[in-house]
């Protein structure tokens, strides 16, 4: 118990000085004013052994109040930790008082934990919600820093309370919230839209009148209007501002729609229909929906990007570049998938290029994209190519064997379909040198050989259904 008590203590001060410190993602308004985490002098807590064991003279009579005795039921904890959190609130900030008490509700808190689960045999199951698999964690500290609700967006204390996550998408919630989860799964929405639900309209904006004046996912209603005249400075959290009837929109780049502060986190992504149209990949702020949603298909390759913007290959020299070398890849996979000396050394599949830029060349991830106007695609592609191609026509006699001679000059210079001087035909793949190619009008002897042979057999076979 005392070295449990101690490492939970260690987490909740780490949770305490990271909430206002989160990268990438701007934290929410966090909101627990309900929850003692909400107290801004909490970061302040020591851990001294020393101070832990002493109650304060003015709190003696309080420490028989708040028992931590075995004999406590579930709801004499809930009792003691409300009162717990009352004390704490009239308590002066970094007094040796406010710092016992708050030890104490963790205490409290966590000794309802403990019955709860021992009581409670369903909260250590996978939950099914929303089309979420919510997995319960257990004293389990995240690496990505501190946790939050997706349902309330208040910090979840992930060594005090129970919570669970969602195996699919990443979904955070409380055990006390599991019941009024509103958002489905990112992963079944994505499954249904076969990849982004938003791809040529950017930022898609209708309005709040078109909303109601409410957020688009739980329907809290929001308005830009201050009907009390009260500033945002003055308000301080979404729940204050709830009490006060006005909740400023925040619009959701992706989506084009509004929501209030707890499903919308000012998370920033990068948003596909910007990138597709503009080339532009910039971050912009999008809800806790479209962050989830951006995340599952940020690696997915799910972009036809010709079908969707053909003319952005031609203005981004890089992408037709891509194009080019990813078409070249084709063509070398075919050689090495035959060669078992190719197959030993890992190529084609195993040398660290992402799979799918092997698999085909029409289809890009926006993972892809980013990575291509960074340069760091560019360098992964160069590297496989370069290895591929040295192993064909350098180091890998079977596969050298397998290069074509031009049959238009007859010379005996190996040539490879993806050489700069060679030029294969569409129809029948055979490989040709460009020069000669460009002498014989583009026509292939192969497939005029085919042709001619073609027209033969039908002739033949007219004659025989005449006769
Ligand atoms: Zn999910
Ligand atoms: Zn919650
Ligand atoms: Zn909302
Ligand atoms: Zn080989
Ligand atoms: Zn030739
Ligand atoms: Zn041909």
Request: proline share 4%; with cysteine.
């Amino acid at each position: 118990m005392q070295t449990q008590y101690v490492v939970i203590f260690f987490f909740f001060i780490y949770q305490t000085r990271h909430r206002t410190a989160s990268s990438g993602t701007i934290s929410p308004t966090l909101s627990d004013a309900e929850d003692l985490s909400a107290s801004p002098t909490l970061g302040d807590a020591d851990d001294s052994s020393e101070s832990r064991s002493i109650v304060p003279y003015s709190l003696k009579s309080v420490d028989a109040l708040l028992s931590l005795s075995k004999t406590a039921t579930l709801d004499d904890l809930h009792d003691m930790v409300d009162k717990c959190k009352k004390m704490v609130l009239e308590t002066v900030e970094c007094t040796e008082e406010r710092k016992w008490l708050v030890r104490r509700l963790i205490e409290l808190r966590l000794r309802a934990q403990e019955i709860r689960e021992s009581t409670d045999s369903k909260l250590l199951e996978t939950q099914v919600i929303s089309g979420h698999h919510l997995v319960p964690q257990k004293y389990q500290i995240p690496s990505a820093g501190p946790t939050y609700c997706d349902h309330c967006s208040g910090a979840i204390w992930v060594m005090l309370q129970s919570w669970y996550i969602c195996s699919d998408c990443g979904y955070s919630c409380h055990w006390k919230c599991l019941a009024d989860i509103r958002r489905i799964c990112a992963h079944v929405v994505a499954s249904e839209a076969g990849g982004y639900t938003f791809t040529k309209d950017i930022c898609p904006e209708k309005g709040l009148s078109a909303q109601r004046y409410k957020c688009a996912e739980c329907h809290t209603k929001i308005s830009f209007a201050n009907p009390k005249g009260l500033s945002l400075s003055c308000i301080g959290s979404p729940f204050r501002q709830a009490e006060s009837s006005w909740i400023e929109p925040r619009l959701c780049d992706y989506t084009g729609l509004y929501f209030c502060q707890r499903c919308h986190w000012n998370t920033l992504e990068v948003i596909p229909a910007r990138v597709i149209r503009n080339w532009d990949m910039e971050t912009r702020k999008v809800s806790r929906y479209a962050a989830q949603l951006l995340g599952l298909l940020n690696k997915r390759p799910v972009l036809l990007l010709e079908d969707l913007n053909k003319k952005l290959f031609s203005l981004v020299p890089d992408l037709s570049l891509l194009k080019k070398l990813r078409e070249e890849l084709q063509m070398m996979k075919k050689y090495l998938v035959f060669c078992p000396d190719a197959d030993a050394k890992g190529l084609p599949w195993r040398i660290g290029l992402r799979t799918h830029m092997l698999e085909s060349s029409a289809n890009y991830s926006i993972k892809d994209l980013v990575d291509l106007q960074s340069g760091i695609l560019m360098e992964e592609i160069r590297q496989a190519y370069d290895a591929m191609r040295s192993h064909i026509t350098e180091s890998c006699e079977l596969c050298h064997a397998r290069g074509h001679l031009c049959e238009i000059c007859g010379n005996n210079e190996v040539i490879f379909p993806w050489n700069a001087s060679a030029v294969f035909c569409q129809k029948c793949n055979t490989v040709y040198h460009r020069v000669c190619w460009s002498k014989r009008n583009h026509c292939c002897p192969k497939c005029s050989r085919i042709k001619k042979r073609l027209a033969k057999k039908d002739e033949e076979s007219d004659i025989n259904n005449i006769s």
